[in-house]
């Protein structure tokens, strides 16, 4: 079968650097994406990742190893405002998205 | 301004009374998809479509109807809503299916079936 794991809690301190890790098992890998999603909204699309390598955005970064079956969500500089659902998902070989559970990030002051 | 547009934002309504829940995008997205969200599952793909007249079941499609009529709207039916279908619905599209092919989400629509 296919999974996504993500741990399902994680608690950082504001202003450090915390990383979200996801492992997967899919049946074929067309890219894997994060998505953010503070509580009763809407997820956000933060980031893709097709190659192996680390893919930088201001604060984010999203890393991917597909031999591994492993990326990771690197968050710098945390704020308040970070406090969130952090989604894993893999685009499989028909193209349909597997979603993780998520996990929530707790920013402590 | 591009959006994913669901409605109503929260409804609860009683078993066995259908019940539609619209979306709409204004993006001229081919691919668009309904997802359901319960604590400590994720996100559980309903039924998707991958363009005008043409949907197939996610995993876990009981329960639900959709149709594809037009390219903007993506209507979700419910034609005898149980309780075990209360939870946080989210409609997205895309471009189309296929790599580097970010979902857009509309808001929720939280259902309460009594």
């Known amino acids: 079968g296919q999974n996504i794991d993500q741990p399902t809690e994680m608690t950082a301190t504001e202003g450090a650097i915390v990383q979200i890790n996801c492992t997967y098992q899919?049946?074929?890998?067309?890219?894997l994406f994060w998505y953010q999603q503070h509580a009763g909204e809407a997820p956000t699309f933060l980031s893709y990742n097709v190659l192996d390598g680390l893919e930088e955005k201001g604060r984010f970064s999203s890393f991917l190893s597909r031999s591994k079956g492993y990326s990771y969500l690197l968050l710098k500089e945390l704020q308040m405002k970070d406090s969130a659902s952090y989604l894993c998902?893999?685009?499989?070989?028909?193209?349909?998205?597997?979603w993780g559970a998520g996990t929530k990030l707790i920013i402590k002051p | 301004e591009a959006q994913v547009t669901q409605n109503p934002r929260y409804l609860i309504t009683v078993t066995g009374k259908k019940l539609t829940v619209t979306c709409s995008q204004n993006m001229n997205h081919e691919y668009m998809s309904w997802y359901r969200q319960d604590p400590g599952l994720g996100l559980r793909q309903i039924y998707y479509s991958m363009n005008v007249e043409v949907t197939d079941k996610g995993d876990v499609p009981e329960g639900y109807k959709v149709s594809r009529k037009e390219k903007r709207n993506f209507p979700l039916i419910l034609e005898s809503p149980s309780p075990n279908q209360t939870s946080l619905y989210f409609c997205a599209s895309s471009l189309r299916t296929g790599i580097y092919q970010p979902q857009h989400f509309g808001d929720g629509t939280r259902l309460s079936i009594l």
């Open positions: 899919t049946s074929g890998f067309n890219g």
């Open positions: 998902a893999v685009m499989d070989s028909n193209y349909q998205l597997i």
